[in-house]
């Protein structure tokens, strides 16, 4: 191995997350803000290795956070947090696998756990590199590796299966998607739900998984209060 690139660490998660920052969700600012600063401190909690990073998105993307180990992560209070603008939700995935998988191999990385998250309260309606089509290939051809899980969080979405519905188009697993409720209470709720999950994927001994939430034992009412 080179001398330049670090040893696989058989434990270490990596954990991408594309955060939904358009117009629809100012009125979510200050709950995304604090859901995201408390999602990372109880990742902080656990004892084991995940590197964070976020992609933070609307009528363009910007990585807020590139693997970044969790002491060093800093708040969204001070990144900054300004919805506004659109919805280039297939172009922020898309970039984000591509400059994941690059720095990953870069740094003799590839074979460890990756968990790409993606949070939006709505849907797509401004990219320009990638439509569903492409973006679903790409998110195929990745699933398809034995340590990817890609996991999808939607609330624009009536129900459970209707959110199952828009994550398979593009290739996410059914197991793997799940609905939230735009309200604050719903943002807060569902990242503290999302860090009992993610916590649980670095500790499995699976590289990869279908069913990240059944894993953990949750349901939609982990993520809507209300759910039936």
């Known amino acids: ?45 656990d004892e084991g290795d995940t ?5 933070a998105f609307d009528t363009r ?14 708040s969204l209070r001070e990144t900054g947090y300004q ?19 690059e720095r990953l191999r870069a740094e003799g990385r590839a074979d460890e756990k990756v968990m790409l998250v993606v949070m939006t309260d709505g849907l797509e309606n401004s990219s320009t590199d990638y ?24 609330a624009a979405h009536a129900n459970l299966a209707e959110a199952q519905d828009a994550a398979e188009s593009l290739a996410f697993e059914r197991g793997n998607a799940m609905r939230w409720e ?21 500790r499995s001994a699976d590289l990869k998984s279908s069913r990240v939430f059944a894993d953990a034992k949750q349901t939609e009412s982990d993520y809507i209060a209300d759910a039936k």
């Open 61 to 74: 993307f910007d990585h807020v956070h590139v693997a970044t180990p969790l002491a060093d992560v800093r």
């Open 83 to 101: 919805p506004g603008g659109m919805t280039a939700l297939f172009d922020a995935v898309a970039h984000t696998i591509l400059s994941t998988d």
């Open 182 to 202: 735009a309200e604050d209470a719903g943002v807060r709720l569902s990242m503290a739900s999302l860090a009992t999950a993610t916590k649980h994927r670095r």
């Open 131 to 154: 439509t569903a089509k492409t973006l679903g290939d790409l998110i195929q051809a990745y699933d398809a590796r034995p340590n990817w899980t890609f996991v999808y969080l939607g």
């Open 1 to 45: 191995m080179p001398k330049n690139k670090k040893k696989p660490t058989p434990d270490v998660l990596h954990v991408a997350f594309v955060l939904d920052r358009s117009g629809s969700m100012g009125h979510l600012a200050r709950a995304v803000v604090s859901g995201v600063d408390e999602f990372v401190s109880e990742l902080r909690r």
């Open 51 to 55: 590197l964070f990073s976020l992609t």
